[in-house]
């Protein structure tokens, strides 16, 4: 498969920025001749681009032709959790079913060891917040490529393309909360957990824990709803319609 043109790339990079700043709003029709002028680029890229976001689920079709920016309730993001829960569930079994050797597991024990350096010894603060970002989606892709499955790493890639679906998605919430330190410790119990499933091949281990690790993610956006200035740090949360409650 060629590679995408530069425009191509350049157009869907800028097309999504507007959309999960809140520049546009959802439901909002995307005009081909408005974007055009806007991002400076021809109308093939734009296309593109929006063929590429309504794969990714930001965009939709609409009755009248083109598309329009898509909206999201509390419950499409609790199923989007939980469907990249239960296919990263799913990778973290086929990799304990395949038995990898120890050199196949090295870069996922450097990986977790990294995690472990930054966590207990320096402290995930602002400063090095990209890092543990980095690190904890370096850790979820490498149990993905063990599993060895192109079928599933395709279904993984489209289940992670809502911005509040990746596994990093909620780390600034968890990250401003009092009990920060302990929800990152829990999560690196789990990484630690998952990767000994691995290596001792037990699958339905792994796939329970892989499972239970995605949802912290819920528990974090149910936390996060909580507020206004929390809901603010939801990824995407201009294209989510939130249900009435109180404010903390």
Do not use: W
């Not at 920025?17 to 002028?37: D, H």
């Not at 979820?140 to 679906?165: E, G, T």
């Not at 936390?223 to 939130?242: C, E, Q, W």
């Amino acid at each position: 498969m060629d590679a995408p043109s530069p425009q191509n790339v350049s157009a869907l990079m800028k097309l999504r920025e507007l959309i999960l700043s809140g520049e546009l709003k959802a439901g909002e029709r995307l005009s081909e001749l408005a974007l055009v002028e806007r991002l400076g680029v021809s109308r093939t890229p734009i296309r593109t681009a929006m063929m590429r976001l309504e794969q990714e689920g930001l965009a939709h079709p609409i009755p009248t032709g083109g598309f329009a920016v898509s909206g999201f309730s509390e419950r499409d993001m609790h199923a989007a959790i939980e469907i990249r829960g239960t296919l990263e569930g799913l990778a973290a079994r086929l990799a304990a079913e395949r038995r990898p050797s120890g050199t196949d597991l090295s870069g996922l024990k450097e990986c977790l060891a990294a995690l472990d350096r930054l966590i207990f010894e320096d402290g995930v603060t602002s400063d090095n917040f990209s890092r543990y970002v980095d690190l904890n989606g370096c850790f979820h892709q490498i149990v993905i490529d063990l599993a060895d499955s192109n079928v599933l790493s395709r279904q993984i890639a489209r289940a992670i393309a809502l911005p509040f679906a990746s596994a990093s998605a909620f780390v600034t919430v968890q990250a401003q909360l009092p009990e920060a330190r302990i929800l990152f410790t829990v999560a690196q119990d789990h990484h630690r957990c998952v990767v000994r499933a691995i290596e001792d091949g037990e699958g339905e281990r792994a796939e329970f824990i892989m499972r239970e690790h995605a949802r912290l993610a819920r528990r974090n956006l149910e936390i996060a709803l909580r507020n206004h200035k929390t809901r603010d740090l939801v990824p995407g949360s201009s294209l989510i319609s939130f249900e009435s409650r109180l404010a903390v």
